[in-house]
């Protein structure tokens, strides 16, 4: 037998712990239902216990009264509690209140009117028994599922509550109605629902708070998610379907600016197709920004030689930089033949977005990539790579919002964009679990770095370097070409093989680099803004420069054999073909610095539409870039045919420059047919023969080789 002295003072001990723990839980969960009222029920449970102490203290009738009105009022303010929390709105918790009701009258009737004290156990019990079946349905039904680790510890308490008080009533006949409170079953009831039970409450409601905190979080979170995508879908929505009306905007300002001769409509024409051009690049940023956010790709890690990878890619940007006769630098502080594995395209991303935008903010002084190795383990490296530029500078309070979308410093107004290339640099290197780290100061310059760590990759990829290739790297070339799509693609592919490249987008810049700089082989498009090819050749021979023994490499789509005896009666070495192929490039470079003659043969399929030239552009731009290539080319096709009609009469000489690009443009994207048809057109403006009905041919031969590619966009998405 339980000493009932001791077991009250525990008792009471246990329902203070359990009233300040059941406070604390509402503390930290104010606005969840039932936790607030859940603290009043140790308290009638511990003025239970007192009454019950009391007895043979007080009148024994008024101490039985008082203890089991506690009791049962502590048992209704439970079940309301639990129900309000659970949000149960049934008739059990009515038939409950009913049933206690009726208890406590009942209690009154056998305590004043007809004393017996096996009647008032047996009704307590009926009421405990009630109340544990209740809550047992209510946690069975409705919480086991959100809730399944707090109703397994409801489950088990009110299980062993219910379970203890059918025993006692079972096997009460037994007892003497005398002994009834003496007896241990009085003791060991006590003891579990004044001791244990409450500290299963306890714990009880601060996992139901828990995991209902829980739950609400994993709700936002995936409300945050379809938001996003939400969000994510109608930005490219938005945003490819303003690309159609802004081509049809950009070509009608062309027409009409060709077709006025009032210089106060070309200024107006030139500020329309300055603003639709910036609110291109702005679409092309949205639907980057957007589809880093909808989509949570993983890494994609290859092993590779990282300071020749990185050698490459500044290959590719010091062009840029040379065009604004900036020094540009890499500083690679790892050793010569470290090998790592990461993820090439979004950290190929991430420094072109840095260098370009140090290119762009530095108008004289130096940009600088620098690599340093900060620490070192048998398994990874840690990196960190920063770009150093010469720049204005960026004020202080300015630097904590440059990686919010849309945010631009001072200078980033001034100079224009879109505000999202830091922004989308931030989220890549999220994606890579690194930070962009800014320092600054006015009228010195900027650097932006990041660490990242690289697992060690195979030494094996060593063996597979470029030196065991069998044609030549590392050529310095001038690449003369004025159209931005195969200035890039030329740059992609030479880039690729280690040589460096300067940029000249007319003939007078070549020749002005020609003079200042010693190159190893030249590529010359025959058709520029102000000069032909030819004529800079002629130029050439006339001053003094300091390439004359460099070998110069024809870059054109004119092939026909009078171009090609003109061409090598000027001296050039070989003819590289448009549209431009890697593998022709490669041997042409790698020809020029032999003294075998090249082979001039060009091979170009007469076809509506040629697959390949998709693989040739994706191997140098992303599948989104592929896409606006090809869109914004032929939403303009037909706005560009037109303005040929237009400017035959006005402007014939403007006429074969808008053909010249149209035909290697559309050569490039695999148009081929359309493109020769094109420079036939050309050529004959060139001789001053008539065009008869050669335009409108043309515009008819366009329509089938854009239902030829349609036709293969078709099959590509089945």
């Not at 397994?152 to 009110?158: C, F, S």
């Not at 938005?238 to 027409?255: D, F, K, M, V």
């Not at 989104?624 to 014939?652: G, M, T």
Request: proline letters at 3%.
């Amino acid at each position: 037998m339980l000493d009932s002295f001791t077991l009250y003072f525990a008792s009471i001990a246990v329902m203070t712990v359990m009233t300040l723990l059941n406070f604390l839980t509402w503390r930290t969960n104010k606005h969840v239902p039932g936790t607030l009222l859940y603290i009043s029920y140790p308290l009638l449970l511990l003025a239970a216990i007192v009454g019950f102490a009391l007895i043979g203290k007080i009148p024994e009738k008024l101490a039985i009264t008082f203890a089991n009105s506690m009791m049962f009022l502590a048992s209704i303010v439970h079940c309301l509690s639990l129900s309000q929390f659970l949000n149960y709105r049934g008739r059990g918790f009515k038939f409950v209140c009913l049933f206690t009701a009726a208890s406590a009258l009942l209690l009154v009737y056998f305590t004043f009117f007809q004393p017996s004290m096996r009647s008032r156990v047996y009704i307590s019990d009926f009421q405990h028994i009630v109340e544990a079946a209740f809550l047992l349905f209510v946690f069975f039904k409705y919480a086991r599922k959100p809730y399944p680790n707090a109703s397994i510890v409801y489950i088990i308490i009110l299980t062993l509550v219910a379970a203890s008080f059918i025993t006692r009533t079972v096997f009460m006949d037994r007892v003497a109605q005398q002994d009834a409170i003496l007896n241990p079953w009085f003791d060991s009831l006590l003891f579990l629902n004044s001791v244990i039970a409450p500290m299963f409450y306890a714990a009880g409601m601060a996992l139901l708070c828990n995991e209902r905190r829980e739950l609400r979080l994993n709700k936002l979170t995936e409300k945050a998610h379809k938001d996003l995508e939400i969000r994510g879908l109608f930005l490219s929505t938005i945003s490819h379907e303003i690309r159609t009306p802004l081509n049809g905007i950009l070509g009608s300002a062309q027409l009409v600016l060709n077709q006025t001769s009032d210089s106060r409509n070309k200024a107006y024409c030139e500020a329309i197709i300055n603003s639709a051009e910036s609110l291109n690049l702005l679409v092309d940023k949205v639907l980057e920004y957007a589809s880093l956010d909808q989509h949570d790709e993983a890494l994609y890690e290859e092993d590779i030689e990282f300071k020749t990878w990185l050698q490459n890619l500044c290959l590719l940007l010091s062009p840029l930089a040379e065009q604004k006769q900036l020094k540009f630098e890499l500083a690679c502080n790892i050793p010569d033949k470290a090998c790592y594995y990461c993820d090439q395209q979004k950290l190929r991303q991430i420094i072109i977005n840095l260098v370009g935008n140090a290119i762009k903010f530095t108008d004289t002084g130096t940009v600088k990539v620098q690599i340093d190795l900060i620490n070192e383990t048998q398994l990874d490296h840690t990196l960190k790579v920063s770009v150093l530029d010469s720049g204005p500078g960026i004020e202080k309070d300015e630097i904590d919002y440059l990686t919010e979308p849309y945010i631009q410093s001072s200078a980033g107004k001034e100079k224009g964009g879109t505000g999202l290339g830091l922004a989308i640099t931030s989220r890549l290197l999220d994606k890579i679990n690194s930070q962009l780290e800014i320092t600054s100061e006015l009228g010195v310059g900027s650097v932006f770095s990041f660490n990242m760590t690289l697992a060690i990759g195979e030494l094996s990829l060593v063996e597979q370097r470029h030196q065991s290739k069998d044609y030549l790297t590392g050529l310095d070339v001038l690449l003369v070409e004025d159209l931005d799509l195969n200035q890039k693609i030329a740059v992609e592919f030479m880039a690729d093989d280690e040589h460096k490249i300067k940029l000249a987008k007319d003939g007078k810049n070549a020749i002005e680099l020609m003079k200042k700089y010693h190159f190893d082989v030249v590529l010359l498009d025959m058709n520029l803004p102000d000069l032909t090819g030819q004529q800079v050749l002629k130029t050439l021979k006339r001053v003094e420069h300091k390439n004359q023994r460099t070998p110069v490499l024809a870059f054109t789509a004119s092939l026909s054999p009078d171009e090609i005896k003109e061409y090598l009666a000027l001296g050039i070495k070989d003819i590289v073909g448009k549209p431009l192929k890697q593998e022709k490039l490669r041997q042409a470079l790698s020809d020029s610095q032999s003294t075998q003659t090249a082979s001039i043969a060009v091979e170009l399929v007469d076809t509506l539409y040629d697959e390949t030239a998709t693989e040739t552009l994706t191997s140098s731009f992303s599948i989104d870039e592929v896409s606006s290539i090809y869109n914004e080319f032929i939403l303009s096709a037909r706005n560009k045919l037109s303005r040929c009609q237009a400017l035959l009469e006005q402007d014939p000489e403007q006429c074969i420059k808008l053909l010249h690009r149209q035909a290697s443009t559309a050569m490039q994207l695999g148009f081929n047919s359309y493109g020769l048809a094109l420079k036939k057109i050309e050529r004959r403006l060139l001789d001053k023969k008539p065009l008869n009905n050669s335009l409108n041919e043309a515009s008819t031969l366009w329509q089938h080789s854009l239902e030829e590619y349609l036709k293969y966009v078709r099959q590509g998405l089945g």
